[in-house]
């Protein structure tokens, strides 16, 4: 009796928005771990549609915590940028926080 093996190669495409997700953190998390030593200053960059709201969405997420915050509207003012400089001691604290923010604040747009 002879038994076939087939491989599955999945595109990237085919994925659910989950697996993309958990895929983008594994590729962060090993990029954090290869450029810098912790603990470290973390930059996180956020798109949101303006709005006061979520705005102070992020900000509180991030707040007593020693974070210098900057937001910066787009040219048409129909986005926000917020930026937040923080210490962090590793990359899996980074990475908690991305989703923490993306569970958190509808819309947003981490980069």
């Known amino acids: 009796m002879q038994t076939k093996l087939y491989l599955c190669i999945r595109r990237k495409n085919d994925m659910s928005p989950q697996e993309k997700s958990e895929e983008f953190y594994k590729k962060l998390r090993s990029q954090l771990y290869e450029t810098a030593s912790w603990p470290s200053i973390y930059l996180y960059k956020f798109i949101v549609p303006t709005d006061k709201d979520k705005i102070a969405q992020i900000e509180g997420l991030f707040n007593n915590l020693g974070a ?44």
């Open 68 to 111: 210098v915050i900057t937001t910066k509207a787009s040219g048409k003012g129909t986005y926000t940028s917020v930026s937040v400089n923080l210490q962090m001691k590793d990359p899996e604290a980074v990475i908690a926080k991305y989703k923490e923010v993306a569970a958190n604040v509808e819309g947003v747009i981490s980069l």
